[in-house]
């Protein structure tokens, strides 16, 4: 056994405070023997999972989750290695990249519906809302329980998702020996944990999430908090070196056109990282794709900087998909 499964009075104190009614938990996720936290609220309708994206975590739905259970049973969820779920060493599993991906984020969450939110054995619809690397995570989790037949999906949001410009297949060739070098000596040399070091601190991660975001007053210190502490968590900096070294795995455009449920496209105007042009071209073609919808003036967490923007695109999202 690789961990010892937690209570939830150890998880440490947050830098705000829960909207009433928003409830966090700890599941023990048998497969990887791992603590994964999680955020509850609502009980009625659809069930709706939010999903961060890298360097993310719950707190990040904090404008959202209790919102949202006015008309649905809403969960958000750590992806492991992040927020404060455990953080098992990615070196004991083998070869790099094999513990941190989104096939193994697919099967977390496929296992978190299984066991808590169909907990009891009854089969409620779930509707997945994803931003940016997250974006992949639930559309491999569908696209899993697709081959098995299970139709309980009824739709997938996607915020600003990650269009995986330096995966393998999109590398120019000349540069893909550079991109691993790089990679690899960041993962497995001294300069990684001080690179880690370096963004790990209040300053940085200010600077980072004004890029980020386009209105910098939305840039608060408590979203700072939100975002770093759990980053100084025991193990945070090996998973991060872990995956800024992910360049395989699953692309969006390749899993979109598979989806057996609705697509919706949200994506801040702003992003600096994601291209909205890129996105439209490469995302928005496919039948799948039921809106693409444009939020002026917002950058790369659309859910955070405009959540009076997104979370009525939310409930309109699961009104068409569900019953509320």
């Known amino acids: 056994q690789r961990a010892l499964v937690r209570d939830v009075e150890t998880l440490p104190k947050l830098p705000y405070e829960l909207d009433d009614g928003v409830e966090q938990g700890l599941w023990f996720w048998r497969e990887k023997q791992c603590n994964i936290r ?41 992806l492991l290695g992040y927020g404060y779920s455990d ?6 599993y083998g070869e790099t990249n094999s513990l941190y991906n ?7 969450l496929n ?27 639930g559309l491999q989790a569908i696209a899993d329980r697709r081959e098995e037949k299970e139709d309980f999906y009824k739709g ?43 963004v790990a601190q209040p300053k940085a991660i200010e600077n980072i999430l004004k890029e980020a975001y386009h209105n910098e007053e939305t840039v608060s210190s408590e979203l700072v908090n939100v975002v770093l502490n759990p980053g100084l968590q025991p193990g945070a900096v090996r998973v991060f070196l872990d995956f800024l070294s992910y360049s395989g795995g699953p692309l969006p455009e390749e899993l979109i056109p598979k ?16 291209s909205i042009d890129i996105g439209r071209e490469t995302l928005g073609c496919f039948d799948t794709v039921s809106n693409f919808h444009t939020l002026e003036n917002v950058g790369h967490c659309p859910m955070d900087e405009a959540p009076e923007k997104v979370n009525p695109l939310i409930k309109a999202f699961l009104s068409e998909v569900s019953e509320l």
């Open 38 to 78: 999680y955020q509850k609220a609502g009980s009625r309708g659809p069930a709706v999972i939010l999903i961060h994206g890298f360097g993310g975590n719950c707190d990040h739905w904090r404008k959202n989750i209790g919102p949202l259970s006015e008309f649905s049973t809403v969960y958000s969820i750590d």
């Open 87 to 92: 953080k098992p060493c990615p070196v004991e």
């Open 102 to 108: 989104f096939y193994v984020w697919a099967d977390q």
């Open 111 to 137: 296992g978190f519906v299984d066991e808590v939110v169909h907990a009891g054995g009854e089969k409620c619809d779930v509707v997945l809302v994803c931003n940016s690397v997250g974006s992949c995570a």
């Open 156 to 198: 997938i949001m996607l915020l600003n998702p990650s269009l995986r410009l330096l995966h393998t297949t999109k590398q120019a060739w000349f540069a893909k020996p550079f991109v691993k070098l790089f990679q690899d000596f960041l993962r497995e040399s001294p300069a990684g944990q001080l690179f880690f070091k370096q």
């Open 259 to 274: 989806m057996p449920c609705p697509v919706e496209l949200v994506w801040g105007a702003e992003d600096p990282w994601e």
